[in-house]
C-alpha cells in the first residue's frame, strides 16, 4: 500500500478533474484504501468515543467513591465525638450522684449540729 495524504488525495483530484481519463492509479492511490478510510477515521472516532465516556464513567465512580469515604469518614468521626460525650456524661453523671449524697450528708450534719447548738442553748439556761 502507498502512503496516502490529503494533498496527494487533492492532487489527483485536481489532475482528474482536468484530465477525467486518468485514474486514481495512475497518481499512486490505493483505491481500496482511499474507500475503507472514511470507515477507518469513523471507527477511530466511535472508538475515541467509547474510550472517552469510558474515562468520563471511571470518573464519576472515582468522584463517587471519593464522596461515599468522606461521608464514611464524617459518620465515624461524629461517632468519636457521640463516644467521648457519652464517657463525658456518664462521667457527669458519677459526679452528679457523688454531689447529691455529699449534700445529703451536709444537710445530715447540718441538722446534727442544729440540735448541738440547741442542746448546748438549754444546758447554758440551766447553768445560769
Partial sequence: ?????????LQASNAIIINPSKSLKDFGIDVFLLHTSPALFLGKKIFDLIQRKKKES??????????VARQQAAINK??????????LIRESDVRNERNQREIIRMREQIKNLEEVIELLGKTSQQVT
Fill in 1 to 9: 500500500m502507498s502512503n496516502i495524504s490529503i494533498d496527494s488525495i
Fill in 58 to 67: 471511571e470518573e464519576k465512580e472515582r468522584m463517587y467513591q471519593e464522596i
Fill in 78 to 87: 461524629q461517632k468519636e465525638i457521640n463516644r467521648k460525650l457519652e464517657i
